[in-house]
C-alpha cells in the first residue's frame, strides 16, 4: 500500500518525526498550563493583598477581599501616612538594622571563609569541624533566653536585633566554595611579594569574589529585613520594633490603634477602616523588597546555584 | 616537641587566627555556651541562683514534659508535618523543574521563575497576612468564592481540621520557587551529549525525561531528602507562629515542639518544662541527624555533609 516513492525506512523516519512532534506538543501544552497556573498560585495571593490595601472598607465589608478591587479607595492609605511617626520609626529601626548587620555580617562571613579555604593552615579542619558542628546540636531556645536576659541584659537593645544573624554556617559553607575556586597561585605570589594574610583578603581575595559577596550579601540584608524573631523574644520598647515586628504588632492589636488614632485625634469618628488598614500596613511592609526585587532577583538564583556545587 | 610545635604553629598563623576570632567568639557565645545551658532541664531554675547555681531536679521537667499530655502531640505534629513538607517541597519543584527546562522559552521562564520565587522573599508575618485574607470567615477569598458558588460559607480559623492542607500548601507556596531554581540548576549541570544521544536513538520527550532527566536529578534529591528527613525533629517556627498565633482552639492540629516550648516560655515562663522539651528536641534531632549523614555516607561518600 506504500507509496513506491517512499522507501520504509524514510516512512518510519517520517513517522517517528511526526511522533515525536506530537509528544513535545503535549509537553508543551501540559508544561505551559501547570507553569502558569503555579506561578498564578505564587502571585495572587500576594495581589490580594494589593488589591485590598486600595479597596473601600464598605466594599470589603460587602463583599470581602476581591483581586480587582470593585470600589477603589485609597483611604487606608492616606490614614497611614496621616499618623506615619510609629512606621517611619519601625523604618529607621529595619534600616539600621539591615545596614549594619549586612556590613558586619559580610565581612565576618567572608573573612572567616577565607581562613577556611587555606590550605596551607593546618588547624583547618578543626575550626571548620567547630562551627558545622553547631548545625547538628543546639542548645535550644531557653539556654539562649536565659543568656541574653539575664546575663547579656540585651534586652530591649538594637544589639539583639543584629547579633544572632551576622554570621551563619551555611553563608560559611557557600561563600568558601566560591572562594575555593580562586586560584591558590594568586595569594602565594603575593605572598612572595611580602604580602601579610589580611592584606591579600582585602586586596585580592574580597574584589575576585564580588558575585559571591553580591549574593551572600543580599541573603544577609533579606533575613535582617524581615526579622521578626529576634524582636519577638526580645524587644518590647516600642521606639525599637522593627517593622515586620511592627507589622505584626499592628495586626494583632487593631482595637490599640483605633484607640491611639482617636487620642491623637487623627480620627474622629469610631469607625476605623480596619481591613484595608492592614493591608495597606502589610504593602508598606514588604516595601523596598518589592521594589527591588525584580533588579535582585537575579543574584539569589546565582547563589543557589553556587550553593547548590558543594566545596 | 609537640608543645614546642604548638607555639611554632600559633606564631606562625597568628594573622589567620586572629582573622578566625571574630566567628570563633560568635559561636562560642550564641551556639557553645547556649549547648552548656542544657543542663538547665535537670535544674529548678532560679533567677537567683541562675542556670549553673540552680538546684538539680534529675528528671523531673521531663517527668512534666511527659505528663503534660503535650508531649506525644507536638512530637507528632512536627514528624508529619516535616514528612509532608519533604515529599511536597521536592516533588512539587522536581516537576516545575523539568518543565521549566523541557518547554519554556527563555522569556516565558524568566516570567515563571521571577512569580515563582516572589513569596520567599516574603516575611512569615506577612505571610501571615496574607492568609487572612483568603481564610478570614467573613471577608476571605475563599469563603468569598463558596457564597459566591451558593455553598456554605467554612469557620477555618476555628476548625482544626483543615489545618494540616493548609500549612502544607503555605509551605509549598514559599518553597516553590526556590527548591525549583535549584533543581533547574542540577538539570542544567546533565551532560548535553546524553540527551543527544537520545534525539538520535529516536526517544520522544517523554521518553528522555523519564531515562534521562530523572535519574539524572536522583542524587541530588536523595542527598536534598536525607538531609531534610535529618531536620525532621524541627519544626518551621516562623510558619507555624505566624498562621495560627496564639489561637489555641488550633493548636491540637498545629502545635509542634518549637512553639510549645516557645509558649511554654513566654505565655507560663515554665522554665524547666520549656528547656526539658527542648532538650529533648535537640537530642531526637541530633541522632537523627547522624543518622541521616551516615545515610548519605553510605549512598555517595563524596556528599556527606561529614
Given at each position: ?49 494589593l488589591s485590598s490595601s486600595f479597596t473601600s472598607e464598605n466594599s470589603i465589608i460587602d463583599k470581602g477581599f476581591q483581586l480587582i478591587p470593585s ?241 | ?306
Amino acid at each position: 500500500m506504500n507509496s513506491p516513492l517512499i522507501t520504509t525506512k524514510q516512512h518510519q523516519k517520517l513517522l517517528s518525526k511526526r511522533v515525536k512532534r506530537r509528544d513535545r506538543l503535549l509537553l508543551n501544552v501540559i508544561g505551559y498550563t501547570s507553569l502558569s497556573l503555579i506561578a498564578m498560585f505564587c502571585l495572587v495571593p500576594f495581589l490580594l493583598v494589593l488589591s485590598s490595601s486600595f479597596t473601600s472598607e464598605n466594599s470589603i465589608i460587602d463583599k470581602g477581599f476581591q483581586l480587582i478591587p470593585s470600589d477603589f479607595s485609597t483611604e487606608a492609605y492616606g490614614l497611614l501616612f496621616k499618623y506615619p511617626n510609629q512606621m517611619l520609626r519601625a523604618y529607621a529601626v529595619t534600616i539600621s538594622v539591615t545596614v549594619i548587620g549586612t556590613a558586619v555580617g559580610l565581612f565576618l562571613t567572608s573573612m572567616t571563609a577565607y581562613v577556611l579555604t587555606r590550605k596551607d593552615f593546618i588547624w583547618r579542619s578543626g575550626f571548620a569541624f567547630f562551627f558545622f558542628f553547631t548545625t547538628l546540636f543546639s542548645g535550644g531556645l531557653v539556654p539562649w533566653y536565659l543568656l541574653v536576659v539575664n546575663y547579656l541584659h540585651l534586652k530591649d537593645t538594637l544589639i539583639i536585633l543584629i547579633l544572632p544573624m551576622l554570621l551563619n554556617v551555611f553563608n560559611i559553607l557557600v561563600m568558601k566554595s566560591f572562594m575555593s575556586s580562586i586560584p591558590d597561585a594568586i595569594a602565594e605570589s603575593a605572598k612572595i611579594d611580602g604580602a601579610g594574610d589580611f592584606l591579600i583578603y582585602i586586596k585580592l581575595i574580597v574584589p575576585l569574589s564580588k558575585p559571591a559577596m553580591a549574593t551572600i550579601g543580599l541573603f544577609i540584608a533579606l533575613g535582617y529585613w524581615n526579622d521578626w524573631y529576634n524582636a519577638l523574644l526580645f524587644i518590647s520598647n516600642e521606639n525599637l520594633m522593627p517593622l515586620q515586628y511592627y507589622l505584626y504588632k499592628m495586626l494583632g492589636n487593631m482595637e490599640g490603634i483605633r484607640k491611639a488614632m482617636l487620642l491623637s485625634g487623627v480620627v474622629t469618628n469610631v469607625s476605623l477602616p480596619t481591613e484595608s488598614l492592614k493591608n495597606a500596613m502589610t504593602v508598606v511592609a514588604i516595601g523596598p523588597i518589592l521594589l527591588a526585587y525584580p533588579f535582585i532577583q537575579r543574584f539569589f538564583v546565582q547563589g543557589l546555584t553556587i550553593g547548590s556545587v558543594k566545596g | 616537641m609537640n608543645r614546642n610545635n604548638f607555639w611554632r604553629n600559633l606564631v606562625r598563623y597568628h594573622t589567620l587566627l586572629l582573622m578566625l576570632l571574630p566567628g570563633v567568639l560568635f559561636f562560642i557565645l550564641v551556639a557553645y555556651i547556649p549547648m552548656a545551658g542544657i543542663v538547665l532541664a535537670f535544674k529548678k531554675y532560679n533567677y537567683n541562683d541562675g542556670i549553673f547555681g540552680s538546684p538539680w531536679n534529675g528528671f523531673d521537667n521531663f517527668k512534666f514534659f511527659l505528663q503534660s499530655g503535650d508531649a506525644w502531640d507536638v512530637t507528632r505534629n512536627t514528624v508529619l508535618y516535616n514528612i509532608a513538607f519533604i515529599i511536597v517541597n521536592n516533588l512539587l519543584p522536581i516537576i516545575m523543574a523539568i518543565l521549566l527546562f523541557e518547554v519554556a522559552k527563555k522569556w516565558f521562564r524568566k516570567v515563571i521563575q521571577t512569580m515563582m520565587f516572589l513569596p520567599y522573599f516574603l516575611s512569615w508575618v506577612v505571610v501571615g497576612a496574607i492568609a487572612y485574607n483568603l481564610f478570614n470567615y467573613d471577608f476571605g477569598l475563599v469563603n468569598g468564592l463558596l457564597r459566591g458558588v451558593g455553598m456554605e460559607p467554612i469557620d477555618i480559623y476555628n476548625t482544626p481540621a483543615y489545618w494540616p492542607t493548609i500549612l502544607v500548601i503555605v509551605s509549598a507556596w514559599k518553597a516553590v520557587g526556590y527548591g525549583s531554581i535549584m533543581y533547574l540548576a542540577a538539570i542544567t549541570g546533565i551532560d548535553t551529549e546524553m540527551y543527544e544521544a537520545a534525539e538520535i536513538d529516536g526517544a520522544n520527550v517523554f521518553q528522555r525525561i523519564w531515562k534521562i532527566t530523572i535519574p539524572n536529578l536522583l542524587p541530588t534529591v536523595i542527598i536534598l531528602v536525607l538531609l531534610a528527613v535529618g531536620n525532621v525533629f524541627r519544626g518551621d517556627f516562623g510558619l507555624f507562629y505566624n498562621m495560627v498565633g496564639n489561637n489555641g482552639l488550633l493548636f491540637e492540629s498545629t502545635n509542634v515542639i518549637d512553639t510549645f516550648v516557645f509558649r511554654a516560655l513566654t505565655l507560663t515562663s515554665d522554665i524547666g518544662m520549656s528547656s526539658a522539651a527542648g532538650f529533648y528536641q535537640s537530642i531526637l534531632g541530633f541522632v537523627t541527624i547522624l543518622a541521616a549523614n551516615y545515610a548519605v555516607r553510605k549512598y555517595d561518600k563524596d556528599r556527606a555533609l561529614f
